[in-house]
């Protein structure tokens, strides 16, 4: 490991060789700090919504309006009583049309990319929220899963459909 900032800091979950900026769906998933229940309740299959559960949609709804520039399609997402998933993808935009032999995923600023998109949306929500509740606090990282074809992308959006349907089969339930 490495050390960042004196302390120690784990391998990246990112793909090595892949800009964040490109062109691509993406299946994304972020969790509330020790995995708290802030957004709401599963009852009978179906989310009902907290006040910070609806924070969270206004603010993911809100991420497609104030970045015109980047050419953003909201794919289907679901917001669970302590995560969220959500399919975005990014279009060609003036941002990412270097070719993709060209970048390396490094560490420094992000802008214009998807680290950018999750990191505002997480600042919209925890701002807002914590008119709600003081204590509201998001994971530090998020994990993403860049969508490589149809089959994939279908198969990730019936997961977020479906997923509180299962909610006492999630990974993410306690």
Known sequence: MDKFQNKYRGKSTRLRN???SWAAAYF???CTKHRIHYFGEIKNGRMELSEIGNIVENEWLKTF???LDMNLQMGEFTIMPNHFHAIITIGKNKYNIKSHTQSTNTFGPQSKNLASIIRGFKIGVTKNARQFNPDFAWQPLFYDH???NDKSYQRITNYIINNPKYWQEDKFYE
């Open 28 to 30: 994304v998933t972020i």
């Open 18 to 20: 892949w800009d964040y």
């Open 146 to 148: 860049i969508i490589q």
């Open 65 to 67: 309006e104030i970045r």
